[in-house]
């Protein structure tokens, strides 16, 4: 069944059960490089076995020509929990000098809506691919973060660090989306056919000076920083959803497309099981019951007067003016901020060939 986001206005027990399958690869056929990747594939091919009275929603991440990406996590949450706002309001949609994702595909509300998640991607040098990664960076809001916003005047600082010590932040710092499941189905080529009979690298001139017995030794756990993302902000990841299956292990990377999955047809029965398996687990466990702060039906406030009074603090601080008894002041006065009187988009170099 198609998505119907009507529904999620209803309670649980009269909606139907609700899953978003993503594909997770950077790979698309409309550019470069050209041809579709073995999550897209795997993705359709899960919708199609899903039960089809669930509203089965489904999202490529991969890198169209032209499309917005997933915008980078800007770390607020190391300044303070407070300042990362839920669902994150670093970028928004339809940005033309920021355009972000997240917002335009309108996931963190898709991701509210879903009981469950599956994800499916290839292992890209040793983990996640660079768009998962950025997807799940841009989740940590729904590991506690702000879901009020004017409180910190959309993106102040001190507001933020004063808010993270009050009594009010105990009632807002939540798991947002906690009691949710997500199932992971990760695939990996084992190096394709770059390694020699020692495990190293072909290519290498000085291949000794390092022991391959030493690298992880379970590709599946190369997903864990995902995983345990999820489990940390509540989203149920049971170990038997957890999956990771070698496909193209000893052959040339140009073989081992889509279309080649069948010539191994060990990957499609583990990725029917894993699905056979993520069903009978979402259906057992239930229908999930939304959180207190929801980002479906979430409408972002205008924010132009606290826009203008954050660039003003910039300007201020550029200037050498940082508000009194903020860190920026402190990081002043102990001589670890250098960078008054410069332009915002100056490299490091650029700052350094001045000094000269």
């Known amino acids: 069944m198609k998505p119907n986001d009507e529904n999620g206005k209803l309670p649980p027990e009269k909606r139907p059960f609700r899953v978003l399958i993503i594909a997770g690869s950077d790979r698309r056929q409309y550019n470069c490089p050209g041809v579709d990747s073995k999550a897209r594939t795997l993705m359709l091919r899960m919708a199609d076995k899903l039960p089809q009275e669930w509203e089965i929603d489904y999202e490529d991440l991969g890198n169209v020509f032209g499309r ?5 996590c800007n770390a607020c949450v190391s300044t303070a929990m407070a ?3 839920w669902p994150c309001n670093c970028y928004e949609a339809k940005n033309s000098k920021e355009p972000d994702l997240m917002w335009d595909l309108e996931l963190y509300s898709r991701l509210d809506l879903a009981d469950a998640w599956a994800i499916i991607g290839p292992i890209n040098w040793y983990g996640p691919t660079s768009n ?4 799940f960076d841009r989740l940590v809001c729904m590991n506690g973060g702000n879901p009020k916003e004017e409180l910190i005047e959309h993106k102040t600082p001190e ?7 009050s009594a009010e932040w105990e009632e807002l710092s939540l798991n947002h989306l906690e009691g949710r499941t997500a ?9 394709g056919d770059e390694l020699d009979a020692t495990g190293r690298p072909k290519l290498l001139r000085h291949p000794d000076y390092f022991d391959p017995h030493e690298e992880p030794a379970n590709d599946r756990d190369l997903y864990a920083p995902l995983v345990w993302q999820c489990r940390y902000g509540g989203i149920e990841v049971p170990s038997s959803l957890w999956c990771y299956v070698k496909f193209g292990d000893g052959k040339k990377y140009s073989d081992t497309q889509a279309e080649d999955i069948a010539s191994e ?8 099981d894993w699905t056979n398996a993520f069903a009978a687990f979402v259906e057992a466990k239930g229908k999930v019951t939304p959180g207190k702060f929801r980002a479906f039906g979430y409408k972002a406030p205008g924010h132009l007067w606290p826009d203008l009074k954050l660039k003003w603090r910039a300007y201020e601080m550029n200037q050498g003016n940082a508000p009194e008894g ?6 002043e006065a102990l001589g670890l901020n250098q960078d008054t009187h410069v332009s915002i988009k100056e490299s490091e170099g650029e700052k350094l060939r001045q000094q000269d």
């Not at 917005?68 to 980078?72: F, Y």
């Not at 507001?159 to 010590?165: D, F, G, I, R, V």
């Not at 047809?265 to 029917?272: A, G, L, S």
């Not at 903020?326 to 990081?331: E, F, G, V």
């Open 326 to 331: 903020s860190s920026p002041a402190r990081q």
């Open 68 to 72: 917005a990406r997933i915008q980078s």
């Open 132 to 135: 998962l990664k950025l997807l």
């Open 83 to 85: 300042l990362c706002v």
């Open 265 to 272: 047809p060990h990957v499609y029965k583990e990725f029917d």
């Open 159 to 165: 507001l933020a660090m004063k808010l993270e010590h």
């Open 183 to 191: 199932g992971f189905f990760c695939y990996g080529d084992g190096g």
